[in-house]
Nanobody, 121 residues
Framework: QIELVESGGGLVQGGGSLRLSCTGP????????MGWFRQAPGKERELVAT????????RYGDSVKGRFTISRDHNKNTVYLQMNRLNAEDTAVYYC??????????????RGQGTQVTVSS
C-alpha cells in the first residue's frame, strides 16, 4: 500500500479550468505508472488519464481527450491533471492511483481518498 493525497478540486463554472495534484508522502511515485480516475454518483469508475513512470507515455479517456493533460514532476514527487474547458459531465470525485500489483490501477491500497470536482452549468 502507498499513501496518495489529492488536492485542487473545487467548484468551477462551465468552460473553466482546474489543476489537480497528487503527492505520495514517504513514497517515490517515480516507481509507478500513475493514473487519474473519476466516479460520479450512480456511475462506474472511469479512466481519465494515465502516465508512464518516465512520463513519456500518456493515455486518455475518450471523454477528456484534447481537454485534459496529465503530467508528472519527479523532483516534486507529484502527478498533475490539468483540466480545461470543463463541463457539467466532468463533475465527479477524482482519484489518483498508482499501478500496483494488479497492473490495472485497481488495487484499493494504491488509491487516494479523492477530491471533488463540481462544474456548474
Amino acid at each position: 500500500q502507498i499513501e496518495l493525497v489529492e488536492s485542487g478540486g473545487g467548484l468551477v463554472q462551465g468552460g473553466g479550468s482546474l489543476r489537480l495534484s497528487c503527492t505520495g508522502p514517504g513514497r517515490q511515485l517515480s516507481r509507478y505508472a500513475m493514473g487519474w480516475f473519476r466516479q460520479a454518483p450512480g456511475k462506474e469508475r472511469e479512466l481519465v488519464a494515465t502516465i508512464s513512470r518516465s512520463g513519456g507515455s500518456t493515455r486518455y479517456g475518450d471523454s477528456v481527450k484534447g481537454r485534459f493533460t496529465i503530467s508528472r514532476d519527479h523532483n516534486k514527487n507529484t502527478v498533475y491533471l490539468q483540466m480545461n474547458r470543463l463541463n457539467a459531465e466532468d463533475t465527479a470525485v477524482y482519484y489518483c492511483a498508482a499501478d500496483g500489483p494488479s497492473g490495472d490501477f485497481s488495487d484499493p491500497g494504491y488509491r487516494g481518498q479523492g477530491t471533488q470536482v463540481t462544474v456548474s452549468s
